[in-house]
């Protein structure tokens, strides 16, 4: 049977397995890893292995894992035969520059993903608050400066305290991911979804003036009351949605966004408030 185990090259394998298992029993932060895996053809190819949990069962058994596998049998093979040539100096020093300049490059792309990481939600893979405070800075001296509309929509999963204290943190997790899923849906280019706390999330709507704010907010409002019932509890959001005032700084905006959803909780929850 075709496993994923098997297709490792034996020497790799108890390296590999003990670095996979660091990390899911939450002794490593990340898993990483360089290793041979098995063609077609018998050959053995260098790839390098990375993974992210993004959901845990109740049990902290995985639920949802992503990964992706990158070639990186050129740069093995490369090494390798730095290591078995034996010529002059100069052509020695010359070989290893432009090995430098390969590795510059891939250093630059993993710095690349590193701040990319930096900047999303662990769990849900969006942006995360400090992503967006950086977002919300830029679009507020964007839009006093070319006098542009911007709009804010703030909102939280209506009475989520209940699925975690009925259902436990997994399910609820679960539940977190499979609403981002859904906002994601209703996501136009240029807008930024980030995760702001807990179960509440922020968009960030550039060159948006209020009105058009309200129509996207409705339309998520209801994408989410469509998601299917947890147990016997209904996935609903309340929503405030607020467009910036001339001058307005980030933090004033923000307090204005929150104060809208508060204003959709009073008022029964499931609606959208200005």
Known sequence: MFTWENIIHPDDYPRVMAVFDDYLQRRSPH??????????????????????????????SVARMVGSHRNIQTRKSSIEQLERRNQSLEALVAERTRELSRVNQQ???QLEENRSLAERDALTRVANRYRMEKVLLEECDRAERFR?????????????????????HGVGDQTLVRVVEGLETCMRQGDLLARWSGDEFIVVLPKSPLEVAK?????????????????????????????????????????????????????????VSE
């Open 215 to 271: 129509a996207l907010a409705e339309r998520i409002r209801q994408r989410i009351a469509q998601l299917p019932a947890v147990g016997d509890f209904n996935v609903t959001l309340s929503l405030g949605v607020v467009e910036r005032r001339t001058g307005e700084p980030p933090a004033a905006l923000m307090a204005r966004a929150d104060q809208a959803l508060y204003r959709s909780k009073a008022a029964g929850k499931d609606i």
């Open 148 to 168: 542009l509309p911007l709009a804010l929509v703030a909102m939280d999963i209506d009475d989520f305290k209940l699925i975690n204290d009925r259902h436990g």
């Open 31 to 60: 898993y990483q890893i360089e290793y041979r895996c098995r063609k077609k053809d018998g050959t053995y190819l260098w790839i390098e292995d990375r993974g992210y949990i993004i959901a845990r069962n109740l049990d902290d």
């Open 107 to 109: 250093l630059q792309l």
